[in-house]
Nanobody
Framework: QVQLVESGGGSVQTGESLTLSCVASGYTASSLCMAWFRQNPGKDREGVAQIDSDGRTFVADSVKGRFTVSLDNANSTMSLQMNSLQPEDTARYYC??????????????????WGQGIQVTVSS
């Protein structure tokens, strides 16, 4: 069983930065396929970025060049560095994981384990 706990959300102004963290327990983060998703009420959950156990990353076009996903193996933590935040980045952000990467990197059906989510609000 994998438990995921997100932290680091909050409210910022347009152009500012935030870093989200997801601590994995049950398995070390470096042994998992992990990803970030985001969702607004009434909308589909959107894939943001993935990192696999070899450290390879995949980032959605909508955030490429602004968001960076990384792993801190020592602390079993996946992070999402978000720069130049825009109002359209406002969403609840979810950490997701599975024991292997399968299917498209940002297909939500490819992940069994999910965190509770954390809110990010960007105001203009």
């Amino acid at each position: 069983q994998v438990q995921l706990v997100e932290s680091g959300g909050g409210s910022v102004q347009t152009g500012e930065s935030l870093t989200l963290s997801c601590v994995a327990s049950g398995y070390t983060a470096s042994s998992l396929c992990m990803a970030w998703f985001r969702q607004n009420p009434g909308k589909d959950r959107e894939g943001v970025a993935q990192i696999d156990s070899d450290g390879r990353t995949f980032v959605a076009d909508s955030v490429k060049g602004r968001f960076t996903v990384s792993l801190d193996n020592a602390n079993s933590t996946m992070s999402l560095q978000m720069n130049s935040l825009q109002p359209e980045d406002t969403a609840r952000y979810y950490c997701a994981a599975d024991l292997i990467c399968q299917g498209h990197a940002l297909y939500r059906g490819g992940y069994v384990y999910w965190g509770q989510g954390i809110q990010v609000t960007v105001s203009s």
